[in-house]
């Protein structure tokens, strides 16, 4: 009788014993668990995550040039300190399909920006590239940095919640033949400043301008043009305050064939207007496209790394 009675006790220890390991692992563990499953219930199978294969996710862009060009040079874009990586990660992800939200990129600038095709060409080739990508260009006939510094072109701006600003101004500024480099350099630190207090967190891209001539006219005379002088040292201006600012730099004017060949390249390549400022489309077209290389190069850089 008495083995009988010390039955159930038996049971109700070892009920305790095989119940333990769940209760103590609710007290002590420091996040939430899965509570322990029912016996003979099978667990639902996870699926496996998706392999990470960055090096695979870079993108093949090539861009040729007239054959009349020479001495041109690296189309790259400066980055030292991998500004661009936050809008390369979410360009990622949304060309993985890991993300649906639309990378915004803004482009502001002169006349070469206001003509659309230019810029137009970039944000075309990065959509059908990527997907979801918003590319906005705004531009002003006869525009320099100043012309954006008014409260209301700030606002526009910010308005528009870039994650990436590209910034295209300098032939104006190279046309006046009073051009100083201290005016100049100042102008774009003043259009910067507002645009940070406003958008305190987007990296900010210069381009160089790609090269223009200014024109002569002596009485009785026919107009004869030569190449503007200033516009190299404008480049250089633009250079020198990306650089001391931590800011990213696209050199077009390095790309064409700098000071040597740039507007050379594009007279002998039949692609400016008759005005030697301004661009044929096909002109435009290139420069969109090799904005778009340079921004492919350093993204397969970042996917590779």
């Known amino acids: 009788m008495r083995k009988n009675n010390l039955l159930p006790v038996f049971i109700l220890i070892l009920a305790g014993i095989l119940t333990a390991p769940c209760f103590l692992l609710k007290i002590t563990a420091q996040d939430r668990i899965p509570a322990c499953p029912p016996l003979g219930k099978t667990l639902k199978k996870i699926k496996p995550l998706r392999e990470m294969t960055w090096a695979n996710d870079t993108i093949s862009a090539q861009v040729f040039f007239p054959t009349v060009f020479r001495e041109t040079g690296r189309n790259e874009i400066i980055d030292s300190i991998a500004l661009l990586a936050p ?24 006349s070469h920006v206001r003509g659309h095709i230019y810029p137009q060409t970039t944000g075309a080739r990065l959509t059908e590239t990527f997907g979801a990508v918003s590319y906005i260009d705004k531009g002003v006939n006869g525009a320099t940095c100043l012309t954006f510094t008014h409260p209301d072109r700030i606002a526009e701006i910010a ?20 051009y ?13 400043k507002l645009l940070r207090d406003s958008l305190p967190n987007v990296p900010i891209l210069f381009t160089t301008p790609p090269g223009s001539y200014e024109s002569f006219r002596q009485r009785r005379r026919r107009r004869t043009y030569a190449i503007n002088p200033r516009t190299a040292t404008a480049a250089e201006t633009i250079r020198r305050y990306a650089k001391n600012n931590r800011l990213l730099v696209w050199d077009m004017y390095d790309v064409v064939g700098g000071k040597r060949r740039a507007c050379t390249n594009w007279t002998e390549a039949k692609l400016m207007r008759p005005d030697h400022v301004h661009y044929l489309p096909e002109g435009y077209i290139l420069q969109g496209n090799l904005l778009y290389q340079a921004i492919i190069k350093a993204y397969n850089d970042y996917v590779s790394h």
């Not at 390369?88 to 002169?110: C, K, M, N, Y």
């Not at 308005?159 to 009073?178: D, V, Y």
């Open 180 to 192: 100083s480099i201290n005016v100049h350099y100042n102008q774009m630190d003043e259009l910067v």
């Open 159 to 178: 308005a528009l919640k870039p994650e990436l600003l590209i910034l295209s101004f300098g032939t104006n500024e190279s046309h006046n033949r009073r």
């Open 87 to 110: 809008v390369f990660e979410h360009i990622r992800q949304v060309h993985a399909g890991l993300s649906e939200d639309t990378v915004r990129i803004v482009h502001i600038g002169d």
